[in-house]
């Protein structure tokens, strides 16, 4: 510890500091000491000095000579120490690891050879890979400081009436008819979406059962690495989409799958956001539509699993963590080991639903103190920048986007205000504040008078909008209504606007990744590498809310041509596939049928073809993967309420 000291070191060694830099390790001192020793006695006298002061060490040779074995001994069990720790930092996959920590192995060696295999497909996936590494940023459960009052385990009641709940609700989920249009047309086109999903869905069953997603052109199953071991991932996001569409007979065998072979024990490495928005958001709707008590025990038995990566100095969560062991960290890629907004700012609803059906308030505390942590610090511009220290509860970058890293938590400001049944006054008031500030800084007109949404960097604008950044046409739609009654038409001119203009980067009927708006560009893809399209739901999301807050035909238009252009480019043999990119003549495949395809893009458009009595917008709130949580009316939940009608279709 003395060498190590800064202090010390100068003091000690005044002479050595020119020959031999001081070095916080002691075996790279002592290899610097033993090239100076025989150049400089002068040091070596200095040296041992310094040894005089270790115990049982004297001046004189035979000390010296003591001291050097006992230094080459601390070296030695240093850097065994060291390579054994390095072990730590392996991707699990190699099998020194396993051989050594078999303790962290989190997949079976069979799928970890088909996780390797996976790794040679191109698209969103190699994000996926690169998502995945370790930022050195690390705290395990037992070490950090529990930010909640409430007992950590969340000890569930699971008393939870629901039959009352049933009651409270406005309309009845499902409609009068399943939202069956009278218009021939519209039923016509809603009939098609149907039969892709179960397309969709069938060829899911026949090559990836079990597996998170399928590979449609090699006929095979893909697992990835962001559900931390958890399977089935396209089962679970298809459920409430299953069940809407009245595909009785494959929900039957997806709720089946669920009782009988979703393992929640598993001790892998997943993202806490991916995790939340699908499972706990696929689990509670699927509960919430059919009143299965098995969907509820699931997701409640899941939801506790996520309590630790809560566990650091600031309740902020890290953004991966282990579901065997609790352990989080932070992501290889977010600077200096900070969590990102979309993804910590994206639990809210799931949370809130998690302690109502539990009647535990420990959820809803977790969601609640990121909510006051973020309220309460400084925000440039009043804009929220997408990267934040666990540790310290500072902004890392000054980097601020509408699409990836930002995008979801806007959306969960303005859900949680609807999904309060319109009592989270503080929500609503972060909310329009955000827009504001994005109004002010973001939002801009393109030479050729498109609206878009630019990022920003430190102040610097880049025009850019991402697709995922298409969502906010419905969110600043769906948030119109409850804005300052002088802004209530200008809201809906902006939504509109951004629709329009996320439609117009659909010159190919599909959308890239990502479109610019300068060097001449008017929404275009301008690089190779942005030019790809996943099946993601983001424009098609828009059109939905339009067209329920409008009733204006060009957004079921719009709908219909994505429609076709996925019939044409995206429909191969057994599934559906992503393509490469949108603008090529000839169609190159990604081979990955996206489960977020099953619970989003393809519900939507079904909505898009229903009347608005399907899900109505007064009772249900979609997380940001499409699942339908119900509005909590607190009153009537709890009181004597219930509005219900039974002459109502379930
Ligand atoms: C989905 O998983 C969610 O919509 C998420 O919020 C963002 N990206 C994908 C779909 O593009």
Not at 332 to 346: K, R
Not at 562 to 587: N, P
Request: proline share 4%; net charge negative.
């Amino acid at each position: 510890n003395r060498l190590h000291d800064k202090e010390s070191s100068g003091n000690l060694f005044p002479q050595l500091s020119q020959g031999c830099v001081f070095q916080p390790r002691i075996s790279t001192f002592y290899t610097c000491y033993k090239t100076h020793r025989k150049a400089s006695q002068h040091s070596v006298t200095t040296i041992s000095m310094v040894f005089r002061k270790l115990p049982g060490v004297s001046a004189s040779g035979m000390g010296l000579r003591l001291s050097q074995k006992f230094v080459f001994l601390l070296f030695l069990s240093g850097l065994v120490t060291l390579c054994f720790g390095a072990l730590f930092f392996l991707p699990d996959s190699v099998r020194l690891k396993r051989i050594f920590l078999s303790k962290t192995e989190s997949q079976p060696p069979s799928i970890t050879n088909e996780a390797k295999a996976d790794e040679k497909v191109v698209g969103g996936e190699a994000l996926e890979d690169l998502t995945m590494s370790r930022s050195k940023t690390e705290s395990s459960s037992k070490d950090e400081k529990v930010t909640s009052s409430s007992n950590q385990r969340a000890n569930t009641d699971t008393s939870f009436d629901y039959n009352k709940f049933k009651k409270c609700l406005l309309k009845p989920p499902l409609g009068i008819e399943h939202g069956k249009s009278s218009h021939p047309q519209t039923l016509h086109r809603r009939d098609k979406v149907k039969e892709m999903m179960k397309f969709a869905w069938d060829n899911y069953k026949s090559f990836a059962w079990g597996k998170n997603e399928l590979r449609p052109l090699t006929k095979n199953g893909h697992i990835g690495n962001m559900f931390g071991g958890l399977r089935g991932a396209s089962i679970v996001d298809s459920l409430d989409t299953l069940y809407i569409m009245g595909l009785i007979d494959e929900y039957n065998d997806a709720k089946e799958w669920v009782e009988t072979s979703l393992d929640l024990n598993s001790n892998g490495e997943a993202s806490l956001f991916e995790v939340n928005i699908r499972y706990v958001g696929g689990l509670l709707s699927a509960y919430y539509l059919t009143g299965e008590e098995m969907f509820k025990r699931k997701v409640l038995e899941l939801g506790e699993k996520l309590l630790p990566a809560f566990n650091t100095p600031t309740g902020i969560p890290r953004g991966v963590i282990n579901l065997g062991s609790g352990t989080s960290w932070s992501w290889g890629w977010a600077s200096a080991g900070s969590s990102i907004l979309a993804e910590f700012g994206t639990l809210h609803l799931e949370f809130v639903h998690l302690s109502e059906l539990s009647n535990n308030p420990i959820y809803t505390e977790k969601v609640m103190n990121i909510r006051r942590l973020l309220n309460k610090i400084e925000k440039p511009h009043g804009l929220y920048p997408n990267f934040l220290s666990p540790v310290s509860g500072n902004w890392v970058q000054h980097h601020v986007s509408i699409g990836g890293l930002g995008d979801s938590f806007y959306e969960y400001l303005i859900k949680s205000y609807l999904m309060s049944d319109k009592t989270d006054e503080e929500a609503k008031n972060m909310y329009y504040s955000a827009l504001e500030a994005i109004e002010a800084n973001l939002v801009q007109k393109s030479p050729g008078g498109l609206t878009y949404m630019a990022e920003w960097r430190g102040g610097i604008l880049d025009h850019k909008m991402g697709h995922l950044a298409c969502f906010s046409g419905g969110m600043v739609g769906i948030g119109a209504d409850d804005g300052a009654p002088e802004k209530r038409q200008h809201f809906l001119d902006l939504a509109a606007e951004i629709t329009h203009t996320c439609h117009e980067s659909y010159t190919t009927k599909l959308g890239p990744e990502a479109f610019r708006f300068d060097g001449g560009a008017e929404a275009t893809a301008t690089r190779l590498s942005d030019r790809y399209y996943i099946l993601r739901p983001e424009v098609i999301e828009s059109y939905m809310y339009m067209w329920r807050l409008t009733h204006d035909p060009k957004y079921r238009e719009w709908g219909w041509e994505a429609v076709e252009a996925l019939e044409q480019h995206c429909r191969v043999e057994a599934g559906f596939s992503g393509i490469r990119d949108v603008y090529a003549q000839t169609v190159s495949h990604d081979n990955m049928q996206q489960s977020f395809f099953l619970s989003e893009t393809l519900k939507y458009l079904y909505l898009l073809f229903s009347d608005d009595d399907l899900l109505p917008l007064e009772d249900w709130v979609f997380n940001t993967e499409a699942h339908p949580l119900p509005v909590i009316r607190k009153s009537c939940l709890h009181g004597e309420g219930g509005t219900h009608d039974k002459t109502t279709s379930e």
